[in-house]
T-cell receptor, first 116, second 117 residues
Framework: AQKITQTQPGMFVQEKEAVTLDCTYD???????LFWYKQPSSGEMIFLIY??????QNATEGRYSLNFQKARKSANLVISASQLGDSAMYFC?????????????FGKGTMLLVSP | GAGVSQSPSNKVTEKGKDVELRCDPI?????LYWYRQSLGQGLEFLIY????????KSGLPSDRFSAERTGGSVSTLTIQRTQQEDSAVYLC???????????????FGPGTRLTVL
């Protein structure tokens, strides 16, 4: 089973509107972290936001917020007031905790296109 | 401050040749990661270095792939006898701590686009 599932291959939104990008995850580890990255056409992966499994509140970073629903194992990214520069691929990733260390597991991504 | 840098940005090679890809992590970061991203796909973990510990090579797809990290800083990913299926973008990332830490965040370089003809 996939550990990170992003069901939306592509999303369209008009400038200044809000958009939600879906992400569900699968883990039996009680300690984990969830990340969202943005990859514009230039190819660089840009860190956007982080949510820890024990965090009581949803993470926010400027126009980005993470709608964390632990029981549903979902960690959707909400972008408010979309801008043309938000057009990019967006990847959800998970890091599983516990003893030792672990790397990030990425979803397949969602392509977001923002139109004027 | 300076982010993660990678060189070259693009590499075109012929099938069967060896290639070396370089990564300069953020200064002071103890952990370094290599990922591969094939066209239209997510990122595939390759290898992870944590300080002076033995690297986690569990993601390397074959023994043609190897990596080293000198002095706990610069890393080189080497692909021997390249094949066409090796064509991808190779991304390097570094993070401050690496060892399980809820808030440890990986910062990525711009990647090296490898094309094997």
């Amino acid at each position: 089973a996939q550990k990170i599932t992003q069901t939306q291959p592509g999303m369209f939104v008009q400038e200044k509107e809000a958009v939600t990008l879906d992400c569900t995850y699968d883990t039996s580890d009680p300690s984990y972290g969830l990340f969202w990255y943005k990859q514009p056409s230039s190819g660089e992966m840009i860190f956007l936001i982080y949510q820890g499994s024990y965090d009581q509140q949803n993470a926010t970073e400027g126009r980005y917020s993470l709608n964390f629903q632990k029981a549903r194992k979902s960690a959707n990214l909400v972008i408010s007031a979309s801008q043309l520069g938000d057009s990019a691929m967006y990847f959800c990733a998970m890091r599983e905790g516990g003893s030792g260390y672990s790397t990030l597991t990425f979803g397949k991504g969602t392509m977001l296109l923002v139109s004027p | 401050g300076a982010g993660v840098s990678q060189s070259p940005s693009n590499k075109v090679t012929e099938k069967g040749k060896d290639v070396e890809l370089r990564c300069d992590p953020i200064s002071g970061h103890t952990a370094l990661y290599w990922y591969r991203q094939s066209l239209g796909q997510g990122l595939e973990f390759l290898i992870y270095f944590q300080g002076n510990s033995a690297p986690d090579k569990s993601g390397l797809p074959s023994d043609r792939f190897s990596a080293e990290r000198t002095g706990g800083s610069v890393s080189t990913l080497t692909i021997q006898r390249t094949q066409q299926e090796d064509s991808a973008v190779y991304l390097c990332a570094s993070s401050p701590r690496g060892w399980t830490s809820d808030t440890d965040t990986q910062y990525f370089g711009p990647g090296t686009r490898l094309t094997v003809l």
